[in-house]
């Protein structure tokens, strides 16, 4: 079975189906999600989108931050188009009918979160994803120019000279449908469950990565893996994200003994970069030996419940007060801050292919994404590529970088215990790495991701197999570049290179697939 559209989109979370309310405008659209068409990354972003809104707020002031979070890696062009123009797209969702919480005077009720220094992240309680996109697809459900099919994998990106012409489709009846199209756009979201702890939904499996690797598009910065600090670890309960707008309102992070410990470690405390509080977690628990733990108990419990309902209702579920008790917390994998490289129009290294949202390294978030920044790249740069993919073709206009070795370098001794691929990433290219354990995970995950893609179909195979195999291969991806940077930057922290070395590393590297014959 073929399909012909004008434009095929692969992923329903905001950056897809921003991109999607505008292309509809101008041709058939076809929306590939690969679960329900409620079930992204977006829904489950809690905390809420930043933009300068505030009276005591300027994009100058969202851009200082966002680089200063960044470690020095962020693209200074790419965040100026972020942070001047997300305030007229978030405007847009207001228009549209999102349901940010409000402040007694009417204007959108700004929250703090993590290295912002001013109030800037609207929200809508502690769901805000799910109500943008419960708004985006409203709005977009409306038109007969989109066809939507659900449950849905792409497995295959279709060229012809070159050129990105369409897709391979696996349906959720086993059935192969090939998409072609004028151009295609990558939305699919992150990795998340290439690690064993992660937020992430059980769909985020790097599908879009990895199809893109595949397909000789150009990828950078894997190494940065940011981990959020504060999810939920009770033993027997499934892993929970606990907002870090709770400590933007006040939450603290504690030890065993009640003792607030941040101040020991960065000055900004509870509200320092993600990557920082998540690695003085780490050196508390084991400074004490004991867990670490977020407390509200300070606060108005009342307020606290109705402020972050969702939280409140996990905390119960696992058997806690979410106002009232010491919240055990620890890391989790959380986002990629790299990606398929694109323009800041979303255009990657192959003619056709576009890719805007986590799947995408814009460069806009460097070696450490600002907290809330998330949600505004995916509405600002699915705009943005939707835009492009509506004109004539051009060449993409990609940043530079350094061009990774075609093998990684080799360190003698360590071993990684055969174990699923989330298990080994965790042990080994976790929150800290270091050459013993990433130079065989590397390896092996290579060799493991390359014998499930020759086993693959032609055309077809089983869902749960491009599955393990896109999981294999970003896992191999991500191994290879956090043992290349031989320094900790961001959320790249290496136990043998513990110190920022801007003179050898303030670069971009990446890689293309070097492969002959490509699935």
């Not at 093998?407 to 270091?434: F, H, K, N, Q």
Request: proline share 5%.
């Amino acid at each position: 079975m073929d399909v012909r559209t004008d434009y095929v989109i692969i992923g329903g979370g905001i950056a897809g189906l921003r991109a999607a309310t505008d292309l509809v405008t101008r041709g058939q659209v076809l929306l590939l999600t690969k679960a329900g068409s409620t079930e992204s990354n977006t829904g489950y972003a809690q905390g809420g989108i930043a933009a300068a809104m505030g009276h005591d707020d300027s994009p100058a002031l969202h851009l200082s931050d966002t680089l200063e979070a960044g470690a020095g890696l962020c693209d200074p062009d790419a965040v100026d188009v972020l942070v001047s123009e997300g305030p007229r797209y978030v405007t847009e969702l207001l228009y549209w009918g999102v349901a940010f919480d409000r402040a007694s005077d009417g204007q959108p009720a700004l929250g703090r979160e993590g290295a912002h220094s001013v109030r800037r992240v609207l929200h809508a309680r502690d769901a805000t994803g799910r109500e943008i996109a419960r708004t985006l697809w409203a709005r977009v459900a409306r038109s007969r120019s989109l066809q939507v099919f659900d449950h849905a994998l792409a497995t295959r990106l279709v060229l012809d000279g070159g050129r990105c012409t369409g897709v391979e489709v696996l349906r959720h009846d086993g059935g192969v449908v090939r998409v072609e199209a004028r151009s295609v756009l990558l939305a699919t979201g992150g990795a998340g469950q290439v690690f064993r702890e992660t937020t992430n939904p059980a769909i985020a499996t790097g599908d879009g990565l990895a199809m893109a690797w595949r397909a000789g598009a150009r990828v950078s910065d894997l190494e940065f893996v940011q981990f959020h600090p504060t999810v939920l670890h009770v033993p027997g309960a499934p892993r929970f994200l606990v907002s870090e707008a709770v400590r933007g309102e006040g939450g603290r992070l504690i030890n065993a003994d009640g003792e607030q410990f941040m101040s020991r470690y960065d000055a900004r405390g509870d509200l320092a970069p993600r990557d920082v509080v998540a690695t003085a977690m780490v050196r508390e628990a084991e400074r004490t030996g004991q867990p670490v733990f977020l407390s509200l108990a300070h606060l108005d419990a009342q307020w606290a419940g109705e402020r972050f309902p969702a939280i409140a209702e996990a905390c119960r579920k696992a058997g806690l007060d979410f106002a009232r008790d010491p919240l055990p917390v620890s890391p989790a994998a959380h986002y990629m801050c790299g990606g398929v490289d694109t323009d800041l129009s979303g255009r990657t290294s192959i003619p056709g292919l576009f890719a805007a949202g986590e799947v995408a390294c814009t460069r806009v978030h460097g070696a450490n994404r600002l907290a809330s920044n998330s949600l505004l790249e995916g509405l600002v740069f699915g705009a943005r590529a939707a835009a492009a993919m509506r004109l004539p073709e051009r060449d993409a206009h990609l940043p530079p970088f350094v061009e990774a070795p075609t093998e990684a370098p080799t360190v003698p001794g360590g071993a990684v215990i055969s174990a699923p691929v989330p298990d080994r990433m965790w042990r080994g290219a976790g929150l800290v790495r270091d050459a013993t354990m990433l130079a065989p995970l590397a390896h092996d995950l290579d060799a493991e991701a390359a014998a499930l893609e020759r086993s693959l179909d032609e055309r077809g195979g089983d869902a749960a197999r491009w599955q393990a195999a896109n999981v294999a291969r970003v896992g191999a991806l991500i191994a290879k570049a956090a043992l290349r940077r031989e320094e900790s930057r961001g959320g790249h922290r290496r136990a043998d290179f513990p110190e920022r070395d801007d003179v050898h590393w303030k670069i971009h590297v990446g890689e293309f697939c070097r492969s002959t014959t490509r699935v």
